[in-house]
């Protein structure tokens, strides 16, 4: 389930990236927005105030034009320039003379009829005024005031001031100036009105702007004076301070220095539906990245289960169907599975085995020790048991079969449930035992004409017909032998197909193996006296009898004594060596003959099998007598095996319990 | 003393002959069965000293054969040496352990020397 919650995180990350970009750039905006304000409302106030300077310039002219300038003049003039409309700004415009003792009252004065009471004000009279007339009168330029009280509504404003003086005089230096000056012409500044009808356009494009001036002349400390305050919002928090936009600007004008403070919202210049962009766009994202991640989930869940489900329908229809018998039983035998081999192989359908003790279905047609075998094996140790069995039918027949059962455990090693595969091989046993049936048939039959071949031989040799010469005796000779040897292979077929089929008469009695041992040499001795071997037996005190069937003992002691014999050269050494061991009794049949060749150990007990070095030995071996004694020992409960080294001889070694096991 | 009376009982014509000749050049008297049945007709009208009796034959088997000889008054106290094929037949074995009147001799494997003495030893027996 990793993809969904990629898809969440991704999702978020991308939301939050796309959110942050656009709050990155609406705060660029913001910036932009607002040092575009500064910079107009800078520029504004600078250049309103250039124009009043323009403005009165333009006054002084008429007073150097003609000396004596009457009052009509003067409002004639003022009326040229239109105040109201070109200069909104302005709310007087006046010029004091000069008179007798420093004295400068108001001459004239436009508009006349709003300032008449200040009519023969002497400008000089008030301190504030006088500081920029003395500036303006030794500077010869325009010169603006400080904050002041205007008349005369006391108004809080500033007056520019430019010194006008005599026509045609030379005011190259300080004292020509004030020698010639003639008096002032002055442009009232009302800030309220300044700022009413200068700054107000910019109401409506600056929202939450707020702008404050100050006269900020040659003062770098301490109280300013507070030119105006105009903001075209309500007072910002200061604890939000800090997130605000801040900027001051400076206007330089007539030897004066205005400090203009700015203050903008932190989303200044936006919006109210921009600002909630960043925020819609993470909650947009969020939610958008939460339902892919929601939507690859089920997907996802669905697939996955889905393929889940076919798995397993894949898993039950093909242990349904397979043609081998499988039960899936609880830790106790109870049967709570079958497919439907069950029906075929025993004749109850998969439902009415179901629940059923699995003991019961089969009724358990073998000997006891047997199960007890098997559940030792699968419940006490655990192992999986593996094994044929013969079981029986619904309806009561016995069929053979190979079985395999193997315990499931879960986590802390406890029995879930057993499951058991069972192949019906009665088909194949049936083919098996037609097969060894007709051999042993066969061989019987052989036999017959065997005998009748062995005797007359016999008889002729013996001289029963008549006298016969050394040739016919000599033929009669390899007739009887080769006749022999028959008669030797026929018996070991029949043994195997007995032993294979199961048919061997089994008799145990006690028996005393050393008397097989020395009767079985005994058999042997014209082959030994012939190649001269030496024949060592060693035979331990107390070894005592087994119950064991004696026919097939000696069938044992008779392959591995005459394979010793057969296979040593002349003049060659046979031990044999029987001891008692704790729980069996071990066989040794060592010689120095010529060996087992590597390459044939592995099949030394296959039947039929020979090892080429044994071939050119004796060509007419049968390669059937190792894998009779395997078997033969096998069924005595007991091992074989063997050590051989090429030309230098072959020990084999046989074990038997001393507790024989019978079979019936 | 009169000549021992031998019957011998083999479907196999070969065998029987060779056993019959060798019996007889031994100097026995011999009488010659084909068959169980053939056998115990000549059992019912004489007592013979040793019957020689093959197991697997047509009509009654050597083992029929000797169930119906040892019911009857003549056949019940005489040896008999079974001569088969069949190593491993149960009631051959069984016959062998009857207490010395029945042996057993696996015809292919036993030289008809063998027979013979074994024969003559039952009889002296």
């Not at chain 1, 300013?224 to 800090?242: M, R, Y």
Request: charged share 25%; aromatic share 10%.
């Amino acid at each position: 389930m990793a993809i969904p919650v990629l898809v969440l995180l991704i999702g978020l990350a991308l939301s939050v990236w796309v959110s942050l970009a656009s709050y990155q750039n609406q705060k660029t905006q913001s910036f932009l927005k607002f040092d575009l304000a500064v910079n107009e409302i800078t520029a504004a106030v600078n250049e309103e105030i250039d124009q009043y300077i323009h403005a009165l310039y333009f006054i002084k002219g008429l007073f150097v034009a003609d000396y004596a300038v009457s009052q009509n003049e003067f409002k004639a003039f003022i009326g040229t320039i239109d105040i109201k409309k070109q200069y909104p700004g302005l709310s007087a415009i006046s010029f004091t003379e000069k008179e007798n003792g420093n004295h400068f009252p108001v001459k004239y004065i436009e508009p006349e009829k709003e300032n008449e009471e200040v009519l023969g004000f002497d400008f000089y009279s008030d301190n504030v005024r006088r500081a920029a007339m003395d500036f303006a009168r030794d500077s010869g330029d325009a010169r603006l005031t400080s904050t002041i009280r205007l008349l005369p509504d006391n108004a809080v404003g500033v007056l520019i001031i430019m010194p006008v003086y005599r026509i045609g005089a030379d005011i190259s230096t300080l004292e020509l100036k004030r020698a010639n000056l003639i008096g002032f012409v002055n442009a009232a500044v009302r800030i309220e009105q300044f700022s009413a009808n200068t700054l107000k356009k910019f109401i409506n494009r600056f929202n939450e702007l707020k702008f404050s001036a100050f006269d900020a002349t040659a003062k770098t400390t301490g109280n300013v004076d507070l030119l105006f305050d105009w903001s075209t919002t309500i007072e910002i928090p200061a604890q939000e301070k800090n997130s605000n936009l801040n900027s001051t600007s400076e206007i330089a004008q007539a030897g004066r220095v205005w400090k203009l403070l700015f203050e903008g919202g932190s989303d200044f210049g936006l919006a109210e539906s921009e600002v909630i962009i960043p925020l819609i766009l993470f909650v947009g994202g969020a939610l958008l990245a939460m339902f892919l991640s929601v939507t690859f989930y089920m997907m996802l869940n669905a697939r996955y289960k889905a393929v889940q489900i076919a798995e397993l329908q894949k898993f039950k229809m093909a242990v349904d169907d397979a043609s081998d018998l499988i039960v899936i039983t609880d830790s106790e035998g109870i049967v709570v599975y079958v497919n439907r081999a069950m029906e075929t192989v025993t004749g109850y359908s998969p439902k009415a085995a179901i629940g059923q003790k699995a003991a019961a279905l089969w009724k358990l047609p073998m000997p006891e020790p047997y199960y007890k075998k098997m559940w030792k094996r699968i419940k006490t140790e655990k192992k999986p048991y593996v094994g044929e069995i013969r079981n029986r039918r619904k309806g009561g027949e016995e069929y053979d079969a190979v079985l395999s059962i193997s315990p499931v455990l879960d986590k802390n090693g406890e029995i879930i449930f057993f499951v058991g595969i069972e192949r019906d091989i009665t088909k194949e046993k049936n083919i098996d035992r037609v097969k060894s049936e007709f051999v042993s048939l066969a061989s019987h039959q052989l036999r017959t004409p065997l005998s009748s071949v062995n005797w007359y031989a016999e008889m002729l040799l013996a001289g029963d017909a008549g006298k016969i010469n050394k040739n016919q005796k000599k033929y009669l000779k390899e007739i009887y032998n080769a006749n022999k040897r028959m008669v030797g292979l026929v018996g070991a077929l029949l043994n195997v197909s007995r032993l294979e089929l199961g048919t061997f008469v089994i008799e145990p009695k006690m028996v005393d193996i050393r008397e097989f041992a020395s009767s079985v040499i005994k058999e042997l001795s014209h082959d030994i006296s012939q190649k001269k071997l030496k024949i060592v037996e060693e035979y331990g005190n107390k070894i005592p009898k087994i119950y064991i069937d004696p026919k097939l003992m000696r069938i044992v002691f008779q392959n591995l004594l005459s394979n010793a014999v057969k296979y040593t050269h002349e003049n060659g050494k046979v031990t044999l060596k029987i001891e008692q061991k704790t729980s069996y009794v071990q066989i040794t049949v060592a010689d120095n003959g010529c060996g087992i060749p590597e390459s044939a150990r592995s099949k030394i007990f296959t039947k039929l099998f020979r090892a080429d070095n044994a071939k050119v030995v004796d060509s007419d071996g049968t390669g059937l007598g190792l894998y009779i004694t395997k078997s033969i020992i096998e069924q005595f409960g007991g091992k074989i095996w063997f050590e051989s080294a090429e030309n230098k001889g072959t020990a084999f070694y046989v074990t038997i319990p001393l507790i024989g096991k019978h079979k019936k | 003393m009169n000549t021992p009376k031998i019957l011998i009982i083999e479907d196999e014509v070969s065998i029987r002959k060779a056993l019959a000749d060798k019996f007889t050049r031994a100097g026995f008297e011999i009488v010659e069965a084909k068959d169980g049945e053939e056998g115990l007709n000549a059992v019912l009208s004489h007592k013979y000293d040793l019957i020689l009796l093959d197991l697997v034959m047509p009509h009654m088997d050597g083992s029929d054969f000797l169930k119906r000889l040892r019911v009857d008054e003549f056949g019940k106290d005489v040896p008999v040496l079974i001569l088969t094929n069949l190593n491993d037949d149960v009631k051959a074995r069984k016959c062998a352990d009857e207490g010395g009147k029945c042996e057993f001799v696996l015809k292919s494997e036993a030289k008809l020397e063998e027979v013979l003495e074994k024969a003559k030893k039952m009889m002296n027996k």
